[in-house]
């Protein structure tokens, strides 16, 4: 166990539609990473929240925005799916110390099927 | 830049056999990395990383994995491979832009 928990594990949405993925950061982490895996392919990076502000962004179109509350849990939202869009999302926990950050922990996945 | 590449998308090994799992790297600054293990519809566990000092890490499970500069390389390695070694393994590298870089994971198979 991690200590970095996504919800929901699973959900079928219809192409156009829009989606919310939640994580709760591993206690004392104040960095989220959420990334994206295609089926057969590696986690590609989609952006970084630290102290609430988005730090860092991947090759991801707009209407893939995201938050970070007081608590440093997170949110991916997906606006306008479309079938591409199918894939397990994984959040990733680390705390920033300085310019570096610590270790990072990754949640079980969001797992993600546009129709 | 960074990139991550790692060589055969599926390696086969008999239960007992050595593990080989290679992965070269790109980075234009030093570069911290890791080997990550996937079980199927579960996330991604730390096996190893490389940060600085020794260039042999020892991990998690019997693996290690040697970080070599000259070659731009990170293979893992395990001398007896178990059933349970069965995954996807990712390598991936992270510089100062915080964010890993995933290299396209090999998928171990065990044979008994």
């Known amino acids: 166990e991690t200590g970095v928990t996504q919800s929901p594990t699973h959900l079928i949405k219809t192409r156009g539609q829009q989606v919310t993925l939640r994580c709760s950061s591993q206690?004392?982490?104040?960095?989220v990473s959420w990334y994206q895996q295609a089926l057969g392919q590696g986690p590609q990076f989609i952006f970084q929240?630290?102290?609430?502000?988005?730090?860092g962004r991947g090759n991801f179109p707009p209407r893939f925005s995201g938050l970070q509350f007081p608590n440093y849990s997170s949110e991916l939202n997906v606006n306008a799916l479309e079938l591409d869009d199918s894939a397990l999302y994984l959040c990733?926990?680390?705390?920033?110390?300085?310019?570096?950050?610590?270790?990072?922990?990754f949640g079980q996945g969001t797992r993600l099927t546009v129709v | 830049a960074q990139s991550v590449t790692q060589l055969g998308s599926h390696v086969s090994v008999s239960e007992g056999a050595l593990v080989l799992l290679r992965c070269n790297y790109s980075s234009s600054v030093p570069p911290y990395l890791f080997w990550y293990v996937q079980y199927p519809n579960q996330g991604l566990q730390l096996l190893l990383k490389?940060?600085?000092?020794?260039?042999l890490v020892k991990g998690i499970n019997g693996f290690e994995a040697e970080f070599k500069k000259s070659e731009t390389s990170f293979h893992l390695t395990k001398p007896s491979a178990h059933m349970s070694d069965a995954a996807e393994y990712f390598c991936a590298v992270r510089g100062y832009g915080q964010n890993f870089v995933f290299g396209p994971g090999t998928r171990l198979s065990v044979l008994p």
């Open positions: 990733a926990s680390s705390s920033r110390q300085g310019a570096m950050n610590t270790e990072a922990f």
């Open positions: 490389y940060t600085t000092g020794a260039t």
């Open positions: 929240y630290y102290r609430e502000e988005e730090n």
């Open positions: 206690s004392g982490h104040n960095t």
